[in-house]
């Protein structure tokens, strides 16, 4: 992971005051006209009549740092503050916090952005030997709407094609998967057993033919989705599927998920229930 240092020297929205970090606040730039990547955003920061500022600002191509993680910032001010930041963090927050704006830009990767965000976001937890409990949204501290892919459903559906709040548990989900992607070593002399994950949605039959929600199922499978809002094109593991949004949620065929995630549907009649199965174990 590589980060740009680019300290602001705007006074206004640099104030010197040191701080001790006790957490971590996402944002979003809110800014979806291209052009609008991080240098644009730190530019904005700097400039003398601007009295906002963040730690860090990601887009598709780069991390840039604002200011040093031991500095206030001026990304989470407020006239209140949530009951549970109060108790938390402080009575005011930017003066205990990391803050992390997520750009938006039409003309940059947001699955890209998205990815810069979670290395950097893991790597920050990391450091400071911080659980995911750490991580806050701007609006779980001030009420704002923000980032509104993780607190508005209609933002989050365009997005991330789910709802705002299971795309904020998949955002804490990958970076926790992040924070324990280091395999244990092997053992010897142990025995096998199998596993079976009850999943808290159904899916769809229709005309004969079996649907599964792409996310949910493929995450839990460990597959890797990517969702681009602009074309609503889903991918699992870099392979493109056909889907169709019910609800916010894309479904695709359960036999082409199975595919392209290695594995084979098993399909009973009696209890209309699909079973994804190696490729190894389908014998049928």
């Not at 730190?42 to 598709?60: C, G, K, L, M």
């Amino acid at each position: 992971m590589q980060i740009t240092e680019m300290l602001l020297t705007n006074k206004t929205a640099r104030p010197g005051i040191k701080i001790s970090p006790k957490a971590l606040v996402i944002h979003w730039t809110a800014n979806e006209n291209k052009g609008a990547n991080a240098r644009a955003n730190r530019s904005y920061f700097n400039q003398p009549t601007t009295e906002a500022s963040a730690h860090y600002i990601v887009d598709d191509k780069e991390i840039i740092r604002c200011l040093p993680e031991n500095e206030m910032g001026y990304h989470v001010g407020a006239k209140s503050y949530t009951p549970d930041a109060q108790k938390q963090l402080s009575v005011y927050p930017n003066n205990c916090t990391i803050g992390i704006e997520m750009c938006v830009n039409a003309d940059g990767s947001f699955q890209a952005m998205y990815h810069k965000t979670l290395e950097l976001v893991a790597d920050i937890l990391t450091r400071y030997k911080w659980g995911i409990e750490r991580i806050w949204r701007h609006h779980d501290i001030t009420g704002k709407n923000c980032p509104a892919f993780f607190t508005a459903d209609d933002c989050a559906h365009k997005y991330f094609g789910t709802g705002a709040a299971d795309a904020w548990n998949c955002f804490k989900q990958d970076i926790h998967n992040l924070l324990t992607s280091n395999p244990q070593k092997p053992q010897s002399h142990v025995d096998n057993c199998n596993i079976q994950v009850a999943l808290p949605a159904k899916g769809i039959l229709r005309a004969g033919v079996s649907y599964l929600p792409v996310r949910m199922v493929a995450e839990a499978l460990g597959g890797i989705v990517g969702w681009e809002a602009d074309t609503k094109r889903v991918t699992v593991n870099g392979q493109q599927l056909d889907v169709s949004i019910e609800n916010g949620i894309a479904y695709a065929a359960t036999r082409k998920l199975a595919a392209v995630l290695g594995r084979e549907a098993v399909w009973e009649q009696a209890t209309k229930t699909v079973t994804l199965v190696p490729k190894s174990q389908n014998t049928g």
